[in-house]
């Protein structure tokens, strides 16, 4: 069964960094793409940074500059270097994966809150 992890949320202050996690384990038999999204109160779901499995990256335009996503040594491992973080970065960040398994499918994780304070 397929399960997507994502760890490293907390409270920071603006200007400050956070790194996030992300781990996808099961029965993949390859990753297509990963990614971040982010989910503020109120707001609709958006994209914050993905990565293919050519490590070719996407980000939103809002945090060009200053975030980073990344591969780990393992390739169902993402992260998301965040730094320099605004007030309005705030939000339940959540990772997910486009795998092929027995088919091609896209799993979420649980979500992990970010908070920057002003």
């Known amino acids: 069964q397929m399960q997507v992890v994502e760890t490293g949320g907390g409270l920071v202050q603006a200007g400050g960094s956070l790194r996030l996690s992300c781990v996808a384990s099961g029965s993949i038999i390859s990753i297509n793409v990963m990614g971040w999204y982010r989910q503020a109160p109120g707001n609709k779901r958006e994209l914050v940074a993905t990565i293919d499995d050519g490590g070719t990256t996407n980000y939103a335009d809002s945090v060009k500059g200053r975030f980073t996503i990344s591969k780990g040594n393992a390739k169902n491992t993402v992260y998301l270097q965040m730094n320099n973080l605004k007030p309005e970065d705030t939000a339940v960040y959540y990772c997910?994966?486009?795998?092929?398994?027995?088919?091609?499918?896209?799993?979420w994780g649980q979500g992990t809150q970010v908070t920057v304070s002003s």
């Open positions: 997910n994966a486009d795998v092929t398994a027995h088919w091609r499918e896209t799993y």
